[in-house]
């Protein structure tokens, strides 16, 4: 047998790893870049439904605790004496009470121990024990209180004062506000200390008048010394508007120098805590934009296109911002038997 001989000849020689050329490095970081912004609002767009669905949930857990307020203590939760005053743990419910609804519901979204703060110390003026414990009261936030879209829930600088507890540099705020009703009433019901141990026999700043004038145009869910039961709801639970996102100024997310978002949300009625529903544009909710509007009056939110807005009735809704005027008036009104939707 003839040996065969290999022909070697003509074959080919292996080959070796070639690096990248730099246009070729160039081109696929290009790709990779293409690639990226591409996908980046699709990426921030999951990401703001999933913080709007998470602020849909604080909605509903605060309406969930307003509605348990009602049952237990009969009324939804009251406003308080206006916007001087802070939450008094002593001071009981409804009228009695100078703190606001957030304040109201404390116990109700899992916050005792928020809301016993000051109980039962002595000493309502400058240098009394509850005074100075209240102080702790007005840093004491916490992540119900604030939509993840627009803020953390972390004590804010503020340049608010109250009649009932010291000064803080900083304050806690909430995004949420309650139904105020059509028409925007604010002020102060007394600045008398006097008020927390003799109530209701002390000084008021308003006058019998002025309080019948608030009892004759309030029409909401919830203002200064005011209580609202459910069986005066009678546009319907779920016609009427109960807390819903309030709009607030981006340029003051985190400075707290603006007239409607520089107060504790642990206060009486005032822009922080209340907004109101009226077919005047300045009432017309509105998403989060960079203007100089400091006295707003207004719901809204820093979601695109909608904010939500719990009912008396439980229900947590997304209310386009182009909302017909009339309807979203009406919304506002728990007895006005408007049309809605």
Not at 194 to 214: K, N, V
């Amino acid at each position: 047998m003839k040996n065969r001989r290999c022909n070697l000849h003509g074959r080919s020689h292996p080959m070796f790893g070639r690096a990248f050329t730099l246009v070729e490095l160039l081109v696929v970081i290009a790709i990779i870049g293409i690639l990226v912004a591409l996908l980046l609002p699709a990426v921030q767009a999951a990401r703001e439904a999933s913080r709007r669905t998470e602020c849909a949930n604080h909605l509903r857990q605060i309406a969930l605790g307003c509605l348990q307020h009602e049952e237990v203590h009969g009324i939804f939760p009251s406003n308080g004496w206006g916007y001087r005053w802070i939450g008094d743990p002593d001071m009981g419910y409804g009228k009695k009470q100078p703190g606001g609804w957030v304040y109201d519901i404390l116990e109700f979204v899992e916050q005792k121990n928020i809301r016993a703060i000051g109980s039962g110390l002595p000493g309502n003026g400058p240098g009394g024990e509850k005074y100075e414990a209240l102080k702790d009261l007005t840093v004491a936030a916490f992540p119900l209180m604030n939509c993840p879209s627009r803020r953390p829930a972390i004590p804010h600088p503020s340049i608010s004062n109250f009649v009932n507890t010291a000064s803080s540099e900083f304050q806690a705020k909430t995004d949420y506000a309650i139904n105020g009703g059509t028409a925007s009433l604010l002020w102060y019901a007394t600045d008398s200390l006097d008020c927390l141990t003799d109530y209701p026999d002390c000084t008021w700043t308003r006058t019998e008048e002025q309080f019948d004038d608030i009892k004759e145009d309030f029409d909401g869910i919830a203002t200064e010394l005011n209580e609202v039961k459910m069986n005066q709801v009678t546009d319907g639970s779920s016609h009427t508007l109960l807390v819903a996102e309030r709009w607030v100024n981006p340029e003051r997310y985190e400075s707290g120098y603006t007239e409607s978002d520089d107060f504790n949300m642990y206060g009486g009625n005032d822009f922080d805590t209340t907004r109101w529903t009226n077919e005047d544009p300045k009432f017309l909710p509105l998403q989060d934009t960079f203007n100089l509007e400091l006295s707003s009056f207004r719901f809204g939110s820093a979601h695109p296109g909608t904010l939500n807005a719990a009912f008396a009735d439980g229900s947590v809704r997304k209310i386009p911002y182009d909302i017909d005027p009339v309807v979203w008036q009406s919304y506002g009104s728990r007895g006005g038997e408007e049309i809605n939707q």
